[in-house]
Nanobody
Framework: QVQLVESGGGLMQAGGSLRLSCAAS????????MGWFRQAPGKEPEFVAI???????NYADSVKGRFTISRDNAKTTWYLQMNSLKPEDTSVYYC?????????????????WGQGAQVTVSS
């Protein structure tokens, strides 16, 4: 059974930092692209950051320079380091996985999803 499990969310003041983790299990993710998305109340899900199996990355303009996607050497855990947090970053954050190396940024492109982690940034 494929599982993506996020952890590391919480409450932070504006300007602070948080790191989200996504532990993947249940199958080999060799060749997969991993992404982070977020959804605020009443809004559509939006792309945040993605990393291909080969290590290429792409970021949404709203987080570029503040957020960093990375992974461990075993390529089974992915991270989203979030610095200089803003109140508008408040959302439920989801990690997702898709087969293939394309840096797809659309929700429908992803096959597997985590349960979500709440990030709340206070002003």
């Amino acid at each position: 059974q494929v599982q993506l499990v996020e952890s590391g969310g919480g409450l932070m003041q504006a300007g602070g930092s948080l790191r989200l983790s996504c532990a993947a299990s249940g199958r080999s993710f060799s060749g997969y692209t991993m992404g982070w998305f977020r959804q605020a109340p009443g809004k559509e899900p939006e792309f945040v950051a993605i990393m291909s199996w080969t290590g290429r990355t792409n970021y949404a303009d709203s987080v570029k320079g503040r957020f960093t996607i990375s992974r461990d050497n075993a390529k089974t855990t992915w991270y989203l380091q979030m610095n200089s947090l803003k109140p508008e970053d408040t959302s439920v954050y989801y990690c997702a996985a898709r087969s293939g190396s394309a840096l797809a940024s659309t929700v429908s492109s992803y096959d597997y999803w985590g349960q979500g982690a709440q990030v709340t940034v206070s002003s």
